[in-house]
């Protein structure tokens, strides 16, 4: 039977095909929820997440969702199967201050140790708990260029910072902060005070990596 969630949203990312939202329930305190498609690789189209009145979803906006059914992985807990002909409906957004009410507050996100060439603990190769986090940051510095010294590598952002005392440096997916930094010179960037909606991916090459699916500060959000 069909049921709807409220959410605020707190990533819409890139994902390989379409999009990946994550947001948690409206009122504070209450769980994640990821909305998955049918496809193999669940990712939604830009014509199932747009909403009621041709929005697409933003960080901090309030959306209503309506779902077929809970379709936790063992990766990925939070998710719920979209009904994919019932639109969605966007119903306001919450403002920067309220924010906070909503942050994460683990110790570690997930294991440390687990290092891909070019990041720090940014993988790890046996998932336990849940798949997404949102956590403020005193900064994080963004490495823009390609991803490897060869010559057919890809541009992207990376993003450096510090959670509870340990560094990462993981891959940035956000769309907003990919489209402004590839118009700029590549180099180092630094945001102050943001707050990070971190994800955990799909089996790739035997391990998850953990993703900033967003990167989410006053002047953004609330411009």
């Not at 009145?53 to 059914?69: A, G, T, W």
């Not at 990376?158 to 402004?180: A, C, S």
């Not at 090459?205 to 993703?211: I, R, S, V």
Request: aromatic residues 12%; glycine residues 6%; hydrophobic residues 35%.
């Amino acid at each position: 039977m069909n049921y709807t969630k409220n959410i605020v949203c707190f990533a819409n990312s890139r994902k390989i095909g379409g999009y990946c939202v994550a947001g948690k329930e409206s009122i504070p305190g209450m769980p994640w929820v990821r909305p998955i498609s049918h496809r193999p690789t669940h990712e939604l189209s830009e014509n199932e997440l747009t909403c009621h009145n041709e929005c697409i979803p933003q960080p901090l906006d309030r959306i209503e969702i309506s779902f077929c059914k809970p379709f936790p992985l063992y990766h990925q807990p939070e998710n719920h199967l979209i009904d994919p002909g019932v639109q969605w409906v966007h119903q306001g957004r919450i403002r920067w201050g309220e924010i906070e009410k909503w942050l994460d507050t683990p110790q570690t996100l997930w294991s440390l140790g687990e290092s891909s060439t070019t990041k720090l603990n940014d993988r790890l190769s046996m998932p336990f708990g849940k798949s997404l986090y949102l956590v403020g940051v005193d900064e994080i510095t963004l490495l823009t260029g390609p991803k490897s010294p060869y010559p057919d590598a890809k541009w992207a952002v990376r993003g450096q910072f510090i959670w509870n005392k340990n560094n990462y440096m993981l891959d940035v997916t956000d769309p907003f902060i990919e489209y402004h930094y590839h118009k700029m010179p590549n180099g180092y960037y630094i945001i102050n005070n943001p707050v990070l909606c971190i994800s955990l991916s799909d089996l790739w090459n035997g391990f998850y990596y953990k993703l900033i699916s967003a990167i989410l500060f006053e002047e953004r959000v609330d411009e």
